[in-house]
């Protein structure tokens, strides 16, 4: 009798179902890092704790400020202005606060943070004053001495509560601002609007 051994040759199958769309059933799963859905089987969502960074070199949306305190990019530091984002703190050149200046040259302080409510003065006539009120709530500034005021009331909610005596040229930038206006103007030309929803007291349009 012969016999005939016959060799038997283990195998693996390495098999790769990325691509794959095939049918599914109770009866009938999906291999593992599958699931059903809808008859067919699909890839699972990847775990959020295994997500990957679409660019890792890029900034996070959060990531704090390096330097608070330091100058913004879009910050006009230098223009001797003290508008928009601009205070004593982050741009001394523009924003020295006029309480405390001894008014060489241009000063200036912030109202703060949009929805603040402030008061601001500019009380010596050797100061020509600019003051932010940008996103104010209530915004107040009083101007005397005969110097100048350039106040911002950009988007403030009430930027109408400007006083401007004593001569003081004064301008008021009141674009996207709810209310804005002089309570008080005198000594000079009075009250003017102007384009570009500017309105001035005791001097002429920019």
Do not use: H, W, Y
């Not at 775990?47 to 330097?67: C, F, I, L």
């Not at 006009?76 to 601009?86: A, P, Q, Y």
């Not at 241009?106 to 409510?117: F, I, L, M, N, V």
Request: proline residues 7%; glycine residues 12%; hydrophobic residues 25%.
């Amino acid at each position: 009798m012969t016999i005939i051994a016959l060799g038997v040759t283990g195998c693996s199958v390495d098999a790769n179902f990325d691509d794959s769309n095939f049918r599914c059933s109770v009866d009938e799963p999906c291999p593992s890092g599958f699931e059903c859905v809808a008859d067919r089987c699909t890839r699972s969502p990847m775990d959020a704790a295994t997500s990957v960074d679409a660019d890792p070199n890029a900034p996070d949306a959060n990531a704090p400020d390096a330097d608070p305190n330091a100058p913004d990019a879009n910050l006009s530091c230098g223009d001797g202005m003290c508008l928009g984002d601009e205070t004593p703190t982050n741009c001394p050149a523009d924003c020295t606060a006029c309480s405390s200046a001894g008014c060489g040259g241009p000063c200036g302080e912030s109202c703060g943070a949009p929805g603040a409510t402030c008061s601001l003065t500019c009380p010596k006539a050797s100061c020509p004053c600019t003051f932010s009120c940008v996103e104010a709530l209530d915004c107040n500034v009083t101007c005397s001495g005969g110097g100048s005021c350039d106040v911002d009331c950009t988007n403030a909610t009430a930027c109408n509560g400007q006083s401007c005596v004593g001569g003081t040229e004064c301008l008021l930038r009141c674009s996207g601002a709810g209310s804005c206006d002089f309570q008080n103007c005198t000594g000079g030309s009075g009250i003017m609007s102007c384009a570009n929803d500017i309105v001035v007291c005791n001097r002429a349009c920019p």
